[in-house]
C-alpha cells in the first residue's frame, strides 16, 4: 500500500514538474514577425506568407543567430502588411518583429535589441529624371511615393508632404517609371534591392534625407532579462564580425 502510494505521489511529483518546465518553456519563447522587406527579411519564395526556415535575409540571418548564442526559443513567421503585425507585436505578451526603425515616437512603445542594421531614407527618380534636391522641404511640388505605415510614409505625412501610399513598397518602383509619381521615399538598400526584384534598375538618388537604425522591437512585457540576453548575444557577434560577414552575403 505505502509503496504504490509512494509510486503515485511521485508520479504526480513528476507530472507538475513536467507541467511547470513547459509553462516555463512556453513563458521563454518568443513568436517573431517579419515582413518582406528585401534584403533585410524576405520568403524564399517571393510570397507574403513563409515561416521559420523559409525566411532569409540580413536580419534574418543575425536575429537566428542572436537567438541562438542567447539560448532563447522563438518561432519565425512573415506576414503581410506592416501594420497588422506591429499591432501584434504592439498589443500581445511575447511577440517581437523585426526590422523597425527607432523613433523617438515609438521609443516607449517597445523594448528595443539592436541596431542589427541601417535604413538611410532616400528620394528615387527614373534614370532621365530632371528633378533635382537640396532639401525635403523641396519635394513639396512632386507626387512622392511610399509605403503604407512605413516609418518614412509617416514622418513625410508629419512634415505635410502627403505621400501617396502603397501595400507593397515594391509597387512604387513600377509606378515611377510610368509617371504616376515623380519622386519614391523609400530605404536604402532595401528600395534599389525591391526595385531589382521588379525589373527595375538605374534609379537614381536625388535626395538623402535620413539615416535611421533598424532594430528588434518587442513587446513591453516581454522580461528585461531576456532583452539583456539577446542585447549581450548581438554585441558579441558584432564584435566578432559575424554581422559585417552575415551582410556581406547579402550586398
Request: glycine letters at 6%; charged letters at 25%; zero cysteines.
Amino acid at each position: 500500500m505505502f509503496r504504490r502510494l509512494f509510486l503515485i505521489l511521485a508520479s504526480a511529483s513528476l507530472l507538475l514538474a513536467s507541467a511547470v518546465h513547459a509553462a516555463e518553456k512556453t513563458d521563454t519563447d518568443l513568436v517573431l514577425l517579419t515582413e518582406n522587406f528585401p534584403p533585410y527579411n524576405m520568403a524564399k519564395n517571393g510570397k507574403n506568407f513563409a515561416q521559420d526556415e523559409n525566411i532569409n535575409g540580413i536580419a534574418v540571418d543575425i536575429v537566428r543567430e542572436m537567438f541562438k548564442r542567447a539560448g532563447i526559443t522563438y518561432s519565425l513567421t512573415l506576414r503581410f502588411p506592416w501594420e497588422r503585425i506591429y499591432k501584434l507585436t504592439l498589443e500581445k505578451p511575447g511577440y517581437g518583429v523585426f526590422v523597425m526603425a527607432r523613433l523617438p515616437d515609438r521609443e516607449n512603445l517597445f523594448k528595443w535589441v539592436g541596431p542589427i542594421g541601417p535604413d538611410d531614407w532616400i528620394m528615387l527618380a527614373k534614370a532621365d529624371s530632371k528633378i533635382t534636391l537640396d532639401n525635403l522641404d523641396q519635394a513639396r511640388q512632386y507626387k512622392i511615393g511610399a509605403y503604407k505605415g512605413d516609418a518614412i510614409a509617416l514622418t513625410l505625412a508629419k512634415q505635410g508632404l502627403n505621400p501617396m501610399v502603397v501595400l507593397r513598397d515594391q509597387d512604387n518602383a513600377k509606378k515611377l517609371l510610368s509617371g504616376q509619381i515623380d519622386l519614391w521615399a523609400t530605404g536604402d538598400p532595401a528600395g534599389r534591392y525591391l526595385a531589382r526584384q521588379e525589373g527595375v534598375t538605374g534609379l537614381k538618388t536625388v535626395l538623402r534625407f535620413n539615416s535611421a537604425e533598424l532594430y528588434l522591437a518587442l513587446n513591453r512585457n516581454v522580461p528585461d532579462e531576456t532583452v539583456a540576453k539577446l542585447q549581450a548575444a548581438l554585441d558579441q557577434m558584432r564584435k566578432d564580425g559575424d554581422v559585417d560577414a552575415i551582410m556581406a552575403r547579402y550586398l
